[in-house]
């Protein structure tokens, strides 16, 4: 009788993570996501998503808890873990007045890229996300779309293992989403891995391999779409959508709490 | 008493509303609590401007309106207005382009030129009352020594406030139909900044050529400028006469004011909607290309960071028209150097604290442009760098940066006077480190297009990073003279940056 496959080691391991403002943002949240793996974080707006993020991305400080990334605590050793880690938010994080290649450059030197092999990724990143013709010129000039591409193609130059994006697909229009979509899916095919939260379902639904539905501070619920619906129990059935289902998972929290 | 919605009284409502939160936020930092600390800081501040104005025109109030008078006066208030015209220009080409309510405002049913007449009637007031706080205490001092004929110089302030709107507003879109939106902010800037600067530079400059000092009031009282300038009764002292309190003189200096700027709103605030269109597609359509890129250079993240920084600051608008201001305001000094290089005069004193205080002020701004103003925090947060780095890098190339623009100054100086050359290169450190560290202490998360209002920050911050800049020009200024004098003032310098040290916050996120 063969062997079954062995489990992918955890590409990121969190276990009581706990961060208060005023009030619990996040709450004692546990979250295993396997290397290789895309995975999805939903919530409701406030459920605590981004400060998760912040906090493994190495942005923020929890006030409880471990983070481990790739076998890194992250938190006893931030630098070495942040080494193959990338960030993406919402909010594309580049300078107006570097065009798309000095800005890849800069990116390369900060992650410690060899000045070759940095150069060829960029090319490579740059014609991939349809961005060549464009690589000479200041981002001032670009839409929310091509900035949004350069900072992924920043994310991607050093080849980082874990990607966390936070809302990476907020106001882009369907061609640079589709765009960002596919370097998603090579990346995640290439054995990276994929930690993401958004708020266009489809998006969860189509991508993910596994998705989280955080509320309040904690994980509610988590699995591929069936093991969802089954999670939300009576209230969906076999054929309810990811809308519905993300929709009775949340109000039942909300009746808990 | 409310006025009907769209009318240019409910749109002036509308603004004054913005206007007032705007300036509360600025002076408090955005928290009310901070108020009755403001009002006490505003208070001390008017007391001190009142012993200054008291000392520095006293003597004058009681004079007679001769010829000399008249010229003193007019000279200070065409330097006044001036920098009015400057103010102005900047708050003008600033609400060119910025986007801010335009969709909203030209997307609704309203009369849009309302508004924007409005908003260039505001621009007017702002410089008026913004020039109000130091014109204060000098007319309160006449007002109080020569008698009630001086409450007119209130009005004078108010028409030079109506003028300067009207120019500024005149020569921007003057600059925009020429130039285009695309060149006019940079170049008003740089317009502003020199008009602001070039009057007072020109006659310390005269000064220099003509009595080798860097006096301006040498110039002024001088038989040559007293020759040339009109009569006693030339319309040309109306405005001077005017805030002398001649009632028909007064009259006339607001009545031209007001219509100068009745017929600069009436004329451009109907076009205005259109200018602000075209000024905020700018971003849109210009298109920069960097030179013809070669291979990526081999690096260290720490290199990686000053090399960012560095082609940052080389490409930032405001430090061109600033690093311009600076090299203007260096001119006279400059020429100083040159006049008392060529007849071998003592008179380098002068020079040291001059570029030590331009020192300090440039690292200031520079410091807060790369520490704080940085666009992309979260990037530079997650890279795999100690933060302790970061830093270090960002004032490597603050430092560098203000090497590379002192050090051909020094070199100079160094040939003349060797002694006042190493006096000011120290100095020079010093100011520039001051500034430095007070900017690093007080460090926040900032856009660099926020720089403007760095100041709201902390006013804390503000204030240490001047005073230290002139302790130390004071310092330098001493020891060029006698070195051991110079460790008093010395002294002084780091107690101030030993007190931001201390005042500063200690809590800083990861």
Same mark, same amino acid.
């Given at each position: 009788m063969p062997n079954p496959t062995p489990p992918a080691p955890l590409a990121l391991a969190v276990r009581g993570l706990v961060k208060r403002f005023e009030?619990?943002?996040?709450?004692g949240l546990d979250l295993a996501v396997r290397a290789g793996e895309f995975y999805a974080l939903l919530g409701p707006n406030g459920a605590g998503k981004t400060t998760t993020l912040r906090m493994i991305a190495g942005l923020m400080r929890p006030d409880a808890g471990s983070i481990c990334v790739a076998g890194i605590d992250a938190l006893a050793d931030p630098v070495a873990a942040k080494r193959v880690m990338a960030w993406i938010s919402d909010e594309p994080m580049i300078y107006?007045? =570097?065009?798309p290649r000095e800005y890849l450059e800069f990116v390369a030197g900060l992650w410690g890229v060899e000045p070759a092999l940095a150069e060829d990724r960029a090319h490579e990143l740059l014609n991939w996300l349809g961005l060549v013709a464009q690589a000479?010129?200041?981002?001032?000039?670009?839409?929310k779309g091509m900035r949004q591409k350069v900072a992924l193609a920043g994310a991607l130059v050093h080849e980082p293992r874990v990607i966390i994006l936070d809302?990476? =697909?907020?106001? =882009?229009?369907a061609g640079s989403a589709r765009e960002v979509k596919t370097v998603l899916r090579e990346r995640t095919r290439a054995g990276g891995t994929i930690i993401m939260t958004t708020h266009i379902l489809e998006v969860a639904e189509r991508m993910a391999d596994r998705i989280g539905v955080i509320a309040h501070g904690k994980l509610v619920a988590e699995g591929t779409l069936a093991e969802l619906r089954l999670q939300a129990g009576e209230k969906t059935d076999a054929s309810a959508s990811l809308e519905d289902t993300f929709l009775a998972l949340v109000a039942e929290q909300a009746q808990a709490a | 008493m409310t006025s009907r919605p769209g009318s240019a009284v409910w749109f002036a409502h509308h603004e004054s509303r913005l206007a007032w939160r705007d300036w509360l936020a600025m002076l408090t930092a955005g928290r009310r609590q901070r108020l009755w600390k403001v009002a006490i800081g505003v208070g001390v501040f008017m007391l001190v401007m009142h012993a200054v104005a008291y000392s520095l025109v006293g003597r004058f109030a009681a004079a007679p309106a001769d010829k000399p008078m008249l010229v003193a006066i007019t000279a200070s208030l065409l330097l006044s207005w001036l920098l009015m015209v400057s103010q102005a220009m900047e708050s003008m080409t600033r609400a060119f382009y910025s986007r801010a309510d335009l969709d909203l405002i030209l997307a609704s049913p309203v009369a849009a030129h309302k508004l924007f007449a409005v908003r260039i009637a505001t621009v007017a007031l702002a410089v008026a009352v913004m020039a109000l706080p130091l014109a204060l205490p000098f007319i309160d001092t006449l007002v109080v020594?020569?008698?009630?004929?001086?409450?007119?110089a209130y009005g004078v302030i108010v028409a030079m406030g109506a003028a300067a709107g009207a120019l500024a507003v005149a020569l921007t879109v003057a600059l925009f139909r020429v130039l285009g939106p695309k060149r006019t902010r940079l170049v008003a800037q740089i317009v502003a900044a020199v008009i602001g600067a070039a009057f007072v530079i020109g006659l310390q400059v005269a000064a220099i050529l003509s009595y080798g000092t860097l006096s301006r009031s040498d110039v002024l009282q001088s038989d040559a400028v007293l020759a040339i300038t009109p009569g006693v009764d030339s319309i040309f002292w109306w405005p001077a006469r005017a805030a002398l309190g001649e009632g028909q003189a007064l009259a006339a200096v607001l009545a031209l004011s007001f219509i100068l700027l009745g017929a600069a709103i009436a004329l451009i605030a109907p076009r205005f909607g259109g200018y602000a269109i075209a000024a905020s597609g700018v971003a849109n359509s210009t298109v920069s290309r960097a030179r013809q890129p070669t291979g990526f250079r081999p690096t260290s993240p720490r290199r990686a960071l000053r090399q960012k920084e560095w082609t940052l600051l080389r490409r930032d608008p405001w430090l061109v028209s600033q690093t311009l201001m600076q090299m203007l305001y260096l001119v006279p000094p400059a020429l100083m150097l040159w006049r008392s290089f060529a007849s071998g005069g003592g008179t380098f004193n002068l020079l040291v604290p001059v570029l030590v205080m331009a020192a300090g002020q440039l690292a200031g701004g520079l410091a807060w442009l790369t520490i704080s103003g940085e666009d992309a925090p979260d990037l530079v947060a997650t890279a795999p760098v100690d933060p302790r780095f970061v830093l270090r890098a960002k004032i490597e190339a603050v430092l560098g940066a203000i090497a590379v623009v002192f050090t051909p100054l020094v070199a100079v100086l160094a040939v003349a006077s060797p002694w006042h050359a190493l006096v000011t290169g120290c100095g020079i450190v010093g100011a520039a480190v001051s500034a430095t560290a007070v900017q690093l202490w007080f460090r926040t998360q900032a856009k660099r297009s926020q720089f403007r209002r760095r100041q709201v920050s902390s006013r804390v911050a503000t204030f240490a990073e001047a005073f230290s800049s002139i302790a130390w020009a004071a310092t330098a200024a001493v020891a060029a003279i006698d070195l051991w004098l110079g460790i008093v003032p010395g002294l002084i310098a780091l107690l101030l940056v030993a007190c931001a040290w201390l005042i500063s916050p200690r809590e800083r996120a990861i």
């Open positions: 009030r619990p943002a996040v709450d107006d007045k =570097l065009t000479n010129e200041r981002c001032e000039s670009f839409s809302e990476p =697909l907020t106001g =882009l229009d | 020594r020569g008698g009630p004929r001086w409450i007119g």
